[in-house]
């Protein structure tokens, strides 16, 4: 089945499904200072509540995708979204660390089919080359969750304390599953009755990882969110224990950041007609690159201030903006009949590199802006390399 591009109904579920994510993430970053003081832990393991989402997260898309292929998205979705809700009440209810952070995994095994299953179905939806755009404007949406989820999450926090922010949570996605169940049309056309078999399945990651541009596109993704994740994992720590800024105050600043990433995914959107994903990417890249050195450059010379931080960052995170819709979209693109293993594939690079960057970055949190601003510029810097070396070909991939 074709979606109309003017069907909003089904664009906004879509949305909701991927920022399933980034609510996840970032609803609670300003109360993740008061989840390490309240069950009395280091930033180390408050931040594993972060790193585990996001390896639970990478590992269960090589399921959904394939799952996605044999039965279909909608009831794969389905699935999904209904895991999410009964692990976020268990989130809700934790008496301990080791409880939230296993109730965080089983969250993340609900929260990755909405990020899976929608790029397939966009790819499913509008073709190899439209995804790019289709994926440009609904990330734009979608960014409006790191916008607006840490500022409320601010706020519930500073009211109710940080379980509230699960409640919140819980209740979006019962409402997400309803109008999934209700509304959301199956849009997998060449179900493969063979997809979850051993042999299947090695065979369609097989093909997915010899295309000769795959892997270069793929390592972007993954760079890409890597230096995203080393921002979000360190961000609270940084701003309110090192910088001293009010947690009242952390979303305002980290929603106003993000505002670059949004503009560049709306100006993706736009310009992909007639510049193309290579030439977009190779800006991206760039810009990414030189405003995660001169991140790490004012870390170096002990420039601690909010403008040092955010400022660098906002640059980094409008060559995101441009890097990350348009290298997901030319990974994806070429497999119209393994799009969810596809999906799962490059997914799962994502996430594992975000999981283990923002591991790092608490592991090496000594109190300084400097491990988070090295974080973000490595990654950085890879997206550069990994684009130049294997992704740009001098041919755009054009709607």
Same mark, same amino acid.
């Given at each position: 089945?074709?979606?109309?591009?003017?069907?909003?109904?089904?664009?906004?579920?879509?949305?909701?499904?991927?920022?399933?994510?980034?609510?996840?993430?970032?609803?609670?970053?300003?109360?993740?200072?008061?989840?390490?003081?309240?069950?009395?832990?280091?930033?180390?393991?408050?931040?594993?509540?972060?790193? +585990?989402?996001?390896?639970?997260?990478?590992?269960?898309?090589?399921?959904?995708?394939?799952?996605?292929?044999?039965?279909?998205?909608?009831?794969?979705?389905?699935?999904? +979204?209904?895991?999410?809700?009964?692990?976020?009440?268990?989130?809700?209810?934790?008496?301990?660390?080791?409880?939230?952070?296993?109730?965080? @995994?089983?969250?993340?095994?609900?929260?990755?089919?909405?990020?899976?299953?929608?790029?397939?179905?966009?790819?499913?939806?509008?073709?190899?080359?439209?995804?790019?755009?289709?994926?440009?404007?609904?990330?734009?949406?979608?960014?409006?969750?790191?916008?607006?989820?840490?500022?409320?999450?601010?706020?519930?926090?500073?009211?109710?304390?940080?379980?509230?922010?699960?409640? =919140?949570?819980?209740?979006?996605?019962?409402? =997400?599953?309803?109008?999934?169940?209700?509304?959301?049309?199956?849009?997998?056309?060449?179900?493969?009755?063979?997809?979850?078999?051993?042999?299947?399945?090695?065979?369609?990651?097989?093909?997915?990882?010899?295309?000769?541009?795959?892997?270069?596109?793929?390592?972007?993704?993954?760079?890409?969110?890597?230096?995203? @994740?080393?921002?979000?994992?360190?961000?609270?720590?940084?701003?309110?224990?090192?910088?001293?800024?009010?947690?009242?105050?952390?979303?305002?600043?980290?929603?106003?950041?993000?505002?670059?990433?949004?503009?560049?995914?709306?100006?993706?959107?736009?310009?992909?007609?007639?510049?193309?994903?290579?030439?977009?990417?190779?800006?991206?890249?760039?810009?990414?690159?030189?405003?995660?050195?001169?991140?790490?450059?004012?870390?170096?010379?002990?420039?601690?201030?909010?403008?040092?931080?955010?400022?660098?960052?906002?640059?980094?995170?409008?060559?995101?903006?441009?890097?990350?819709?348009?290298?997901?979209?030319?990974? +994806?693109?070429?497999?119209?009949?393994?799009?969810?293993?596809?999906?799962?594939?490059?997914?799962?690079?994502?996430?594992?590199?975000?999981?283990?960057?923002?591991?790092?970055?608490? =592991?090496?949190?000594?109190?300084?802006?400097?491990?988070?601003?090295?974080?973000?510029?490595?990654?950085?810097?890879?997206?550069?390399?990994?684009?130049?070396?294997?992704?740009?070909?001098?041919?755009?991939?054009?709607?």
């Amino acid at each position: 089945m074709r979606l109309a591009p003017t069907h909003l109904g089904v664009a906004v579920m879509i949305g909701l499904g991927f920022a399933l994510l980034p609510l996840s993430t970032d609803l609670f970053l300003a109360g993740l200072p008061g989840i390490r003081r309240h069950f009395e832990v280091g930033v180390a393991e408050a931040q594993l509540t972060l790193s +585990v989402f996001i390896g639970a997260f990478a590992l269960s898309q090589l399921v959904y995708g394939p799952l996605s292929d044999r039965f279909g998205r909608r009831p794969v979705l389905l699935a999904g +979204v209904a895991i999410y809700c009964a692990a976020t009440l268990a989130c809700m209810g934790a008496r301990s660390i080791e409880w939230l952070i296993a109730a965080r @995994f089983c969250q993340a095994l609900g929260a990755c089919s909405g990020a899976v299953i929608g790029r397939a179905i966009i790819r499913d939806a509008y073709g190899a080359a439209g995804s790019a755009r289709m994926l440009g404007f609904i990330t734009a949406g979608t960014a409006l969750a790191p916008v607006f989820g840490p500022i409320i999450g601010s706020l519930l926090t500073v009211a109710f304390g940080w379980r509230a922010n699960f409640a =919140l949570l819980a209740a979006a996605s019962a409402a =997400l599953l309803g109008a999934i169940a209700l509304l959301l049309p199956e849009t997998n056309a060449h179900r493969d009755p063979q997809a979850t078999g051993l042999r299947q399945l090695a065979a369609n990651y097989r093909a997915v990882v010899a295309h000769r541009r795959f892997l270069g596109y793929a390592l972007c993704v993954a760079f890409s969110y890597a230096a995203i @994740f080393c921002f979000v994992s360190g961000a609270s720590f940084v701003l309110i224990e090192v910088l001293a800024v009010p947690a009242s105050r952390f979303g305002f600043l980290f929603g106003g950041t993000v505002v670059s990433y949004i503009v560049a995914n709306v100006m993706i959107g736009k310009l992909i007609m007639s510049a193309g994903v290579d030439r977009l990417l190779r800006i991206g890249t760039a810009v990414a690159a030189a405003g995660g050195i001169a991140m790490l450059a004012l870390a170096f010379a002990g420039v601690q201030t909010v403008p040092a931080v955010l400022g660098p960052m906002a640059v980094v995170l409008f060559g995101l903006g441009f890097a990350l819709p348009g290298s997901t979209a030319a990974a +994806v693109g070429p497999f119209a009949r393994i799009a969810g293993t596809a999906s799962a594939l490059v997914g799962f690079m994502q996430m594992t590199a975000g999981a283990v960057a923002g591991f790092l970055v608490g =592991l090496l949190h000594d109190g300084t802006t400097l491990p988070m601003a090295a974080g973000v510029a490595a990654s950085a810097v890879a997206l550069f390399v990994a684009f130049r070396l294997g992704g740009g070909s001098g041919r755009s991939l054009r709607p």
